[in-house]
């Protein structure tokens, strides 16, 4: 019979068990920050469910060592680590679950650029008169990157709200890539690297999110196309360029 090892350890990252490991490859990886004490779970023989890595007792510091936890059954045959919370249960954790939520991602991704660029034409008559042209050109080149920057943290955000690590942030940059990490970031419910489900608001968000990236591709493949005389028709030419006037005159419109 194949009998547990004594000193094994599994823990969760984004979602995924991983084990059996040491206790001292633990504390390595808790030591290199690549066990995020909140998020991640962690579990040996002994102890009855899964819990938090930052609640083990001196895995993120060496003040006190942690005393093995025998069993008093009888030793099992393999490794069965108990299941991890049910879906519905760790979905109904979303207020515990850090970093920003699905409506703030978007507040601030979609909203707050559209509502500045309002604000900013406004804000910058008013402090032409208080300070000067020449302050206020160098105020409004600093305000110009305020939408950036404020969309760059709610990305990073998102992604620990979503159980995710802050390095897929980087994935934005990759083709097709980015389309699977905006559509998390857009649509999923906290914590859903762990369960893996959506909610109804999800659902429709998903839905949304997914239209608007194939119109995108067809307006592209659309635009292309008549860049390149692949449509031969002069009235679907002439249909297409009247329709990306308008879309740009409305665009334009304040």
């Not at 938090?52 to 008093?72: D, K, M, N, W």
């Not at 608001?201 to 860049?227: D, E, K, Q, R």
């Not at 028709?233 to 665009?251: F, H, Y």
Request: glycine share 10%; with cysteine; hydrophobic share 50%.
């Amino acid at each position: 019979m194949n009998k547990p090892p004594q000193d094994a350890w599994f823990f969760t990252r984004e979602g995924e068990r991983i084990g059996p490991v040491t206790l001292a490859d633990l504390r390595v990886k808790a030591q290199e920050s690549a066990l995020d004490p909140r998020l991640d779970m962690v579990w040996t023989q002994g102890m009855a469910e899964w819990k938090p890595a930052a609640e083990i007792e001196g895995l993120f510091g060496q003040r006190t060592a942690v005393e093995a936890q025998e069993s008093l059954a009888p030793a099992a045959d393999v490794y069965a680590p108990p299941k991890l919370g049910s879906v519905a249960e760790m979905m109904s954790r979303e207020g515990a679950w850090p970093g920003a939520r699905r409506r703030s991602f978007i507040s601030a991704v979609i909203l707050f650029p559209i509502v500045w660029s309002f604000v900013l034409p406004l804000g910058s008559v008013f402090l032409t008169g208080l300070l000067g042209p020449e302050i206020t050109g160098v105020i409004g080149i600093g305000a110009a990157f305020l939408p950036l920057l404020v969309g760059v943290y709610f990305g990073l955000m998102r992604l620990v709200n979503l159980g995710m690590s802050r390095w897929w942030y980087f994935a934005n940059f990759v083709p097709i890539l980015n389309l699977w990490i905006g559509y998390r970031c857009f649509a999923c419910p906290a914590g859903y690297a762990y369960h893996k489900k959506l909610d109804g608001a999800g659902v429709a968000l998903a839905i949304l999110y997914w239209l608007l990236v194939v119109l995108t591709v067809l307006v592209i493949v659309a635009v292309v196309a008549l860049m390149l005389g692949v449509i031969d028709s002069p009235a679907i030419q002439e249909q297409l360029l009247e329709s990306l006037r308008a879309a740009g005159n409305q665009a334009t419109q304040p």
